[in-house]
């Protein structure tokens, strides 16, 4: 079973940028990828990103084109670059595991969740 770790969270002003990283351990990365969600206060958990063991992505519209994920193989580490950030994007940032064939945006498809880091943009 992969175990996960999230870091690299912070408070930024709007239109700064942070990279988060998430450190995969144990059987390593999933045959079928790495995701990355989010949750704000009184919100539900909504998918960010995820990139396939292929190396093929795919972001939420909220964040295309502002947020890239990639992946060093050799570090067993997934990153999430986020760029001009926003208000919006204030939330915990969960990295997970894809454990199955089923929606990419379904946080039940996903195992093995880490502890979550805090992302705070606010002037």
């Known amino acids: 079973q992969e175990q996960v770790v999230e870091s690299g969270g912070g408070l930024v002003q709007p239109g700064d940028s942070l990279r988060l990283s998430c450190a995969a351990s144990g059987r390593t990365f999933s045959v079928y990828g790495m995701g990355w969600f989010r949750q704000a206060p009184g919100k539900e958990r909504e998918f960010v990103a995820i990139?396939?063991?292929?190396?093929?992505?795919y972001y939420a519209d909220s964040v295309k084109g502002r947020f890239t994920i990639s992946r060093d193989s050799a570090k067993n580490t997934v990153y999430l670059q986020m760029n001009s950030l926003k208000p919006d994007d204030t939330a915990v940032y969960y990295c997970?595991?894809?454990?199955?064939?089923?929606?990419?945006?379904?946080?039940?498809?996903?195992?093995?969740w880490g502890q979550g880091t805090q992302v705070t943009v606010s002037s």
């Open positions: 997970a595991v894809k454990s199955n064939s089923g929606s990419i945006h379904d946080p039940i498809n996903y195992g093995s």
């Open positions: 990139i396939w063991s292929g190396g093929r992505t």
